[in-house]
């Protein structure tokens, strides 16, 4: 990679009191294993130890997560990488019948990428194996071994150019300058302000803050081309607006947001392949787009789409033009975990655009791709999932500055999902094949019984299996889980199970006062108006038959195959008016919002969000 810009004389600075650091111990008193292996390491390769505990949080936030490997393929605390073990991946929007752009009003849309080969690069367990004189099994296993190699790989950085910014920066993996400084950046602001954890493995480890550190100033990381915060590394990559035979084209929609449509959602997606063969295919002017991309080792941000235009990635077209879609290098259930660099780099980006576009940071308008919904019950069982069970949103919300849970009055009837991520290890089944059992680790998925009883069998989700057999712990079953920050409805407690109002029916999971998985919350909710037996939910907001111009087809309201009745309570996302956008040719001065007088209120309905007609419910306060 290219040596990030110098800092000349506050690198000095900031490197000589780090130096000065380096044999003393970031925790006074007792020390846990983990923390006794930094200080080892550090101290065995000369390293400063404020500098390896900050490179390994930025990595992995020092979990061993089981020796799995992260989405960009890194093991361990220190991120060791081994792409050969990690192997092939395969695009999420190739799998199942979701069309990604989701508009009745144009032909499904269902492109094939293919398998992914991994990169070549980031192949940094050969190199610290060799510095080691041992083998990368051990090093992808053996968590104090990891450390050392990772201690191994700085101190060798270091020795080719006496400066421990740029052995930071060179540690991120990264050929690119921006993303490579931005990196350094984040571990020299961690290594300030300090931090403290337990790791997943019960290991706690403490960073003492350095408050008189001189960080290095930061330079221009973000192009000038391109809608980013400041301090993280942006880059464009655009997708192809390209008219293509046939009278069609792609791989996006031009329009005029937020002037024609407020944005009301930000939509996280996990790519389920590589960084490189990722940005190949949004370029390809046959396929399919998003927003943004975020890379995994070093959080690296490229730009796809303008925000103002509508990507096509989210499977439901209302949702679409209403939203914004980041994906984020990684699979959703292939045993990975995403790393501390990505979430803080998301978070950014995330927090710069809800500020822009004034859009709420809360489970209801940031939302997972496993919380859209079908837009007709024959597309619900073709829905995605991404970015799975063990996105940990309680974190990613800390670092948007909007924490989860918490807020309500003991009894409140409204409550916040919100697990000890990493105690939270759910029996799934299918990560690394059909029936496969995963590795046990932290998610963010509640799952709920059809009884208070763990024996008790899962919900039936209706629209996911529409033969009405019960919901399964498989990892891309949806039909019977709850995930962190989202908001219920309680409809009934028994000791220590609460049962919640779920797609029609009461979802029972564990809520033991010492161990609480749901917190009381406050809001509002739904419930039919009085004399409905039952009001129809819909998966998107389109406006009634009248509002649409000569010229524009209308486009059905049609029901999802569930119930909701008189008694249920549903927390309420906001009133929403009804939109559609008309945009089926390649000039976009033939695109038409048509905007009706019905308006919705969105809820949560299910493990995905859902509307219904304002005038069919009444939405009251929580108590």
Not at 227 to 250: H, T
Not at 404 to 413: H, N, T
Request: aromatic residues 10%.
């Amino acid at each position: 990679m290219s040596r990030p810009v110098p800092r000349a004389a506050a690198i000095t600075a900031a490197i000589t009191l780090l130096t000065g650091l380096a044999a003393t111990p970031a925790q006074a008193g007792p020390t846990s294993q983990r923390q006794r292996d930094f200080t080892a390491a550090a101290t065995e390769f000369g390293i400063p130890e404020n500098i390896l505990l900050g490179v390994s949080y930025l990595e992995s936030r020092w979990d061993a997560n089981a020796g799995t490997p992260s989405t960009s393929a890194g093991y361990g605390p220190m991120h060791l990488t081994d792409l050969r073990e990690a192997g092939v991946a395969t695009s999420h929007h190739d799998e199942g019948t979701e069309d990604p752009r989701g508009d009745d009003a144009r032909p499904a849309r269902h492109p094939q990428a293919g398998p992914a080969a991994p990169p070549p690069t980031l192949q940094t367990v050969d190199e610290a194996a060799r510095l080691l004189g041992t083998d990368a099994a051990t090093l992808r296993s053996d968590a104090k071994q990891n450390i050392r190699g990772g201690a191994a790989l700085l101190a060798e950085y270091h020795r080719s150019a006496n400066d421990w910014y740029y052995a930071v920066a060179r540690y991120s993996g990264s050929a690119d300058q921006a993303a490579a400084q931005t990196f350094a950046d984040e571990v020299f602001d961690t290594v300030k302000t300090g931090v403290a954890r337990t790791t997943d493995d019960g290991q706690q480890v403490t960073l003492s803050p350095t408050p008189d550190l001189a960080v290095p100033p930061h330079g221009e990381t973000t192009a000038a081309n391109v809608e980013c915060p400041k301090r993280v590394a942006c880059e464009s990559v655009p997708a192809p607006y390209q008219e293509l035979p046939n009278d069609d084209y792609g791989n996006h929609d031009l329009a005029d947001r937020p002037s024609s449509q407020k944005i009301d959602h930000i939509v996280i997606h996990d790519t389920e392949g590589y960084w490189a063969n990722v940005l190949d295919l949004v370029q390809d002017p046959t396929y399919v787009s998003w927003h943004y991309s975020i890379r995994s080792a070093d959080g690296l941000i490229a730009q796809h789409v303008p925000t103002k235009d509508v990507a096509w990635h989210a499977g439901n077209w209302y949702v679409n033009a209403k939203s914004i879609g980041i994906e984020h290098e990684g699979f959703a259930a292939k045993g990975t975990w995403y790393t501390e660099a990505m979430y803080r780099s998301s978070a950014k980006l995330v927090g710069y655009l809800s500020r822009k576009y004034g859009i709420p940071l809360d489970r209801a308008h940031i939302i997972g791709h496993d919380n859209v919904p079908g837009t007709t019950p024959a597309t619900i069982p073709g829905m995605h999932w991404d970015p799975g069970p063990y996105w940990d949103w309680s974190h990613y919300f800390d670092l948007l500055g909007a924490p989860l849970g918490g807020f309500g009055l003991p009894g409140s009837s409204l409550v916040t999902i919100d697990p000890d991520f990493a105690k939270n290890q759910p029996a799934f089944t299918g990560c690394d094949g059909p029936g496969t059992t995963c590795v046990p680790r932290g998610s963010e998925a509640v799952i709920l019984h059809s009884e208070p009883s763990e024996s008790s069998p899962l919900l039936v989700d209706i629209g996911l299996h529409p033969k009405g057999t019960a919901s399964t712990m498989d990892v891309a079953d949806v039909g019977s889980r709850v995930a962190t920050g989202q908001r219920y409805a309680v409809a009934e407690v028994r000791g220590d199970w609460t049962a919640i109002w779920y797609l029609g029916q009461k979802g029972w999971f564990q809520n033991p006062r010492n161990a609480r998985v749901a917190k009381p919350a406050i809001g509002w909710v739904v419930t039919p108006k009085p004399g409905a037996a039952s009001v129809p939910v819909f998966g998107r907001a389109y406006p009634e038959p009248e509002a649409y111009p000569a010229g524009v087809t209308v486009q059905a309201i049609t029901p999802l195959p569930y119930t909701l009745s008189a008694g249920q309570k549903y927390s309420s996302g906001g009133t929403v008016g009804s939109e559609y956008y008309w945009a089926t040719t390649f000039d976009p001065a033939n695109h038409v919002v048509v905007k009706g007088k019905l308006k919705y209120v969105q809820i949560q309905f299910g493990h995905r969000i859902a509307f219904v007609k304002a005038d069919d419910v009444r939405i009251v306060p929580a108590f």
